[in-house]
């Protein structure tokens, strides 16, 4: 049977309801027709006449259709608008039950999952260039499950800025949502960088400081696996890719760096105020030399 792109959408939207291939095409000629027998139905949809009665039987459990018992039997479809909610509830349980039958799921897949990791090996995914690295590596902060250790220098935060809208709002939903502790130090003196990062983070589960200690960027997520990157040996500003690495020796090694540079890392909000006092005294300094010399 050729049916237009119309009824194709509809037959693609039934089946998401719960319907066969089989089963759409015999429901839509069943609504063309009204009222037709299994013979008709066959010829018009094109479903094998072996898989007729069987369908036309679901139909009846579905309370989609009604019979006439004659021979031969005809079938009448009900008023759509009802069929399909009939259709929609009874997805509606299915998904009910798959939520109350998840969680025992989860356990049983879970305690797999732990058995395989007490043996875990080492495992790496590369990506190039600094968009991959932000919307398929940073984007990870997304999936964490009880912390985020990160250095960022002013590429990546600048890279964050054109690459990584929808990534950051996911990353920070992520984190107050679920109380992740999220601990982020900035590589940079730039204060509408800070800033920039400052309103994106507001929560208080996410601390921020900041270091005039430069390194490449890095990230520790739930002290199992890191993020590193390769930067260009031949440029002052750019990388080459980035690495996301399962490996306990270098988490361990990453994560104690990540310690050292945070005890001896500033507050940003503290940063921000001290370089806001700064420039308060220089410009009353500068005024003052002003009038001093004009008085003279």
């Known amino acids: 049977m050729q049916i237009s792109q119309e009824l194709q959408d509809d037959a693609n939207m ?3 309801l719960g319907l066969t291939k089989n089963e759409s095409k015999a429901y839509l000629s069943l609504i063309s027709s009204g009222v037709a027998d299994a013979r008709t139905i066959c010829q018009e949809s094109g479903v094998p006449s072996s898989k007729i009665y069987g369908i036309l039987e679901k139909f009846k459990l579905l309370g989609l259709i009604e019979s006439q018992n004659t021979k031969p039997a005809k079938f009448r479809v009900i008023e759509p608008s009802q069929g399909l909610q009939k259709l929609l509830r ?10 109350e039958d998840l969680p025992f799921m989860e356990n049983h897949l879970n305690s797999i999952y732990s058995e395989y990791k007490k043996d875990e090996k080492a495992f790496f995914n590369m990506e190039f260039g600094m968009k991959k690295f932000i919307q398929n590596h940073v984007s990870k902060l997304s999936e964490t499950k009880t912390e985020n250790c990160s250095y960022l ?21 992520h984190i107050i949502k679920n109380d992740i502790k999220s601990r ?28 005039k200690q430069l390194h490449s960027p890095f990230h520790v997520l739930d002290n199992e696996s890191t993020i590193t990157v390769v930067d260009n040996p031949l440029a002052d500003k750019g990388q080459i890719a980035s690495i996301y690495t399962i490996n306990n020796e270098l988490t361990k090694t990453l994560k104690e760096g990540f310690e050292d540079l945070w005890k001896s890392a500033i507050d940003a909000k503290q940063y921000i105020n001290k370089n806001k006092k700064q420039t308060k005294r220089i410009i009353q300094r500068y005024s003052y030399e002003r009038k001093s010399h004009h008085s003279g």
């Open 14 to 16: 039934l089946e998401t």
């Open 90 to 99: 009874n997805k509606e349980k299915e998904v009910m039950k798959i939520k």
């Open 153 to 173: 220098e002013t590429n990546c935060i600048k890279g964050l800025k054109v690459y990584g809208s929808e990534v950051k709002n996911k990353i920070a939903h």
């Open 184 to 211: 982020f130090i900035l590589g940079t003196t730039n204060k509408n960088l800070i800033k920039y990062f400052l309103d994106i983070v507001e929560s208080t589960e996410i601390q921020i400081r900041i270091t």
